[in-house]
């Protein structure tokens, strides 16, 4: 029954093109807004995380996309993330405690050269052993920046997730960006989505942000509040069943999010704005 919830969900997020006020298949909204949070912990491997108690939302994306600044406007604290103008600061499993009851969870970031090399590649350790040994992650926000052309890294990340069988919703930082001489947000934004329908028949749900003016907030904490009202009974069981936890490791635990499926690297190549 837990497994045939969560493809449920990954099929009505798969359905949906944006993320507007409440999505359809899934409870209503409750307590959408965030009154109290605060640093937990931060913990080199997912040995030393908190108790699985809460279900569990994570933030993931290349290092500088803004995973800091998107924590502190989703939770309306500017000093709970600390923001850091040094790329690759964040090296970590770091929770925090929502409201008493779910946990966001701010993982490392990924792709940037200078952090060591075998943490630069792929996933760093901990964070691939999160995802595929926390039982009460319930969904992961990856996070790509819109104010740059689609990026080989954040491809390989959604690729990834999606064969793993993980929910994960695309949130497009920096809406309010935009480089000289590159494209306009948006049209980066459709870029990624275009790339990715070339293997996919529907693209993942994705929610366009700007920590800078609050846009997209509400709807992405409208979206966090049904997720969690979904998997409220679920995580007591253990999200992942053991079955689906021998499939996984056994099908993704020596991979990294270069290993794509050989088609797909062929075909974004030639694609422009890559």
Sequence with gaps: AIEELGAHMLKELQKQGVVRKALPGLPAPRKVKITSSEFIGSAKSIHYCPPPRYVEIAVI????????????????????????????????????????????????????????????????????????????????????????????????????????????????????????????????????LRTLSLDWENPPAHVTTSSFKGQGMPELLTYLSQVRSLYKDEVKQGFWTQARQKETVKKFGKKTAGDRRPGHKAKAKGKKGR
């Design 61 to 192: 994306g290349r290092s500088n996309v803004g995973k800091s600044s998107l924590i502190n406007s989703l939770t309306g604290n500017k000093k709970l993330a600390a923001v850091s103008k040094v790329p690759g600061k964040t090296r970590s499993i770091n929770h925090y405690l929502i409201d008493g009851n779910w946990y966001l969870v701010d993982l490392p970031g990924y792709g940037y050269a200078k952090v060591r090399k075998t943490e630069a590649f792929g996933w760093h350790k901990a964070t691939q052993q999160y995802f595929l040994d926390r039982k009460t992650l319930a969904l992961v926000l990856l996070l790509v920046d819109s104010s740059i052309p689609p990026q080989d890294v954040d491809l390989d990340c959604a690729y990834w997730m999606a064969e793993a069988k993980i929910p994960f919703l695309l949130v497009f930082t920096k809406s309010d960006k935009s480089k000289k001489g590159s494209p306009k947000p948006q049209e980066n934004i459709k870029t990624f």
